[in-house]
C-alpha cells in the first residue's frame, strides 16, 4: 500500500474533461496527476466530435498541426434523419468563419492520445493509467484526496489541495460527496456493437445515419469494422432482446441492406451492450476541496454530439480561473463557485436545446408518431439560407466557447 503520495490537483478520470485540464494546468506549472481508471483509450463509447470551438482551441494550444494529421472525416451541415428516411439539412457549418467551420469526426482514442502526449511535456504532469479512485479521502468535513486501487491490485491514497471529478456520467465520486443530479427525461437508449467493414475506404470515423419508420442506427467507419448504434425507446431493450438475434439481424438488414452480409457475426446478445443515455445536472458543482466537471456535473444526450465539446470547455474555464489560486496553494469555496457560475449558462441552454430535439423529434420519431419532419424549421431555412448559420452556430460553436488562456498557448 503506497501511503501518502501528494499533489496540488488529482484530476480523476482521463476522458476529454481530465485530460484537457491535466494538460492546461500542467502548463500552468501547477503539479497536476490524473487517475484513469482504464489501461488505454479504447473503451467504451464516448462519441467521436470535434467541434469547430474546440478544433480553436488546439491550434490555440499549439496542437492543430497534428490534429489535422489524426485519421478524420468533416461534417459540414447539421442534419437531422427525418422519419421518411431523408436527411433534413437544417444548418451548414461551411457558413461560420473558415478555418472553422466544419466538425471533424475523429477516433476518441487519438484525440485523447494527441492531448497526453502533449502534457507528458510538462514536468509538473503526471498520469497513472490502470487506477481507478475507490473513495474521498476526507479530513474534518473536507475532502482531503483519493483511495485508489490498481489493475494489479495495489492501493493507496493521494492527497491534494483540490481534487477535480471528471470521472464521468457515473461518476463515483459525486456519489461519495453525497451530490444527486436532477435527471431528465430521455426518450431513447443505444444499443452499441461492431459489424465487420469487408469493404473498406472511405473515412475512419465518417458517420452515417440510417432511417427507417420508427427505427434509427448510425453506423461509424472504423478501420476494419463498423461502430453500429442502434436506438431504442427506453424501457424496451428487455423486449426487444427476448425477440431474438435473428429478428435484430433483420432489422438491421431493413435499415442497411448494405451490411447483410455483415450481421451474421452477431451471435450472441453480449456483443450488444446497451448505453443507458441520460441527460442531467448538479445544482452545486463543488464541496470543500472537491470540485464536479463535463459528464460528472451535467451528463449530455447524444443529440448534436457536443457532449465532448461541453466537457473540453469546462475544463478550459476550469484551468483559467484555478491556475492562480492552485499555483498559490489557497483554492477556496469562492474560487470554486466561480466555475460553475461561468459555465452554467452553456450548460443550461445547450441541455434544454437537447430536450426540445428530443421531446419534439426524437421521441415521436421513435414511437411511430410522426412521419415527417415537422415542416416550419425546413421552409425557413430553406427560403432564408442565411438562417442555416444559427444552427451551425449553435452545434459547431456552442454557448460562451472558452479561449486557451495566455500561459497554455503554444505557437
Ligand atoms: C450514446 C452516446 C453518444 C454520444 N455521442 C457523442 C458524440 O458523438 N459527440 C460528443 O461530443 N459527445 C457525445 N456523447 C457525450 C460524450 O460522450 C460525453 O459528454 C463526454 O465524453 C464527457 O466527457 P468527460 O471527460 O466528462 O467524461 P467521460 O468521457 O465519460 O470520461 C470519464 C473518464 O473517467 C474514467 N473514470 C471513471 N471512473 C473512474 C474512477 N473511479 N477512477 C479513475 N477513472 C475513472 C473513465 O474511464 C473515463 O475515461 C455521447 C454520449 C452517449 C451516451
Known sequence: MADNERTTCLVVGGGPAGMVLGLLLARAGVEVTVLEKHGDFLRDFRGDTVHASTIRLLDELGLGEEFRKLPQSRLETVAFPGPDGKIVTLGEISRLRPPYNYIATVPQWDFLDLLVDAAKQEPTFSLRMNTAATGLIKENGRVAGVRYRTSGGETGTIRADLTVACDGRTSLLRDEAG??????????????????????????????????????????????????????????????????????????????????????????????PMLDVRLNRLHRWHTDGLLLIGDAAHAMSPVGGVGINVAVQDAVATATLLAEPLRQHRVGAADLARIRRRRWFPTVVTQTLQRVIQRVLVGPVLRGEITSFPKAPIFLTRHIPALRAIPAYIVAIGPRPEHAPDFARRP
Open 179 to 272: 451530490l444527486a443530479p436532477k435527471e431528465f427525461p430521455v426518450p431513447f437508449d443505444v444499443w452499441w456493437f461492431r459489424l465487420p467493414r469487408h469493404e473498406q475506404g472511405g473515412p475512419v470515423s465518417g458517420i452515417s445515419p440510417r432511417i427507417k419508420g420508427s427505427e434509427l442506427l448510425l453506423t461509424i467507419n472504423r478501420d476494419d469494422y463498423f461502430q453500429v448504434a442502434y436506438f431504442l425507446k427506453k424501457g424496451t431493450n428487455d423486449a426487444l432482446r427476448a425477440e431474438g438475434i435473428p429478428r435484430f439481424r433483420e432489422r438491421i438488414v431493413n435499415l442497411a441492406p448494405d451490411l447483410a452480409d455483415a450481421v451474421d457475426t452477431l451471435t450472441d446478445w453480449n456483443q450488444v
